[in-house]
């Protein structure tokens, strides 16, 4: 199982990014995916998860209305829209992987490298 977190930079107060998280060595239909978060100096927070076999997904309430997860089964990858960003958006982002899915909660056994990403004028 890897996983592949890419798509972080640079970008300005009220801007948009899309992170991506490319899965090999499962397929998205079994597993749950989570994006987490880790500013410095803080601790890591579940941010958004997905789970394509039951068909749900879930945010933080800090994201709600502004961060969009999906995946394309068919390029095993889920993606995370982030629209309206805030400068407490920074962190480095993380995506992880489970067959049963913990929501919010970073109990996932898989995780990929992080990709960073910072708001900022």
């Known amino acids: 199982v890897q996983l592949q977190a890419y798509g972080g930079g640079l970008v300005q107060p009220g801007g948009s990014l899309r992170l991506s998280c490319a899965a090999s060595g499962f397929t998205l239909d079994y597993y749950a995916i989570g994006w987490f978060r880790q500013a410095p100096g803080k601790e890591r927070e579940g941010v958004s998860c997905?789970?394509?076999?039951?068909?749900?997904?879930c945010y933080a309430d800090s994201v709600k209305g502004r961060f969009t997860i999906s995946s394309d089964n068919a390029k095993n990858t889920v993606y995370l829209q982030m629209n309206s960003l805030k400068p407490e958006d920074t962190a480095v982002y993380y995506c992880a992987a489970d067959p049963l899915g913990f929501g919010l909660k970073p109990q996932y056994d898989y995780w990929g490298q992080g990709t960073e990403v910072t708001v900022s004028s």
């Open positions: 997905i789970s394509a076999s039951v068909g749900s997904t």
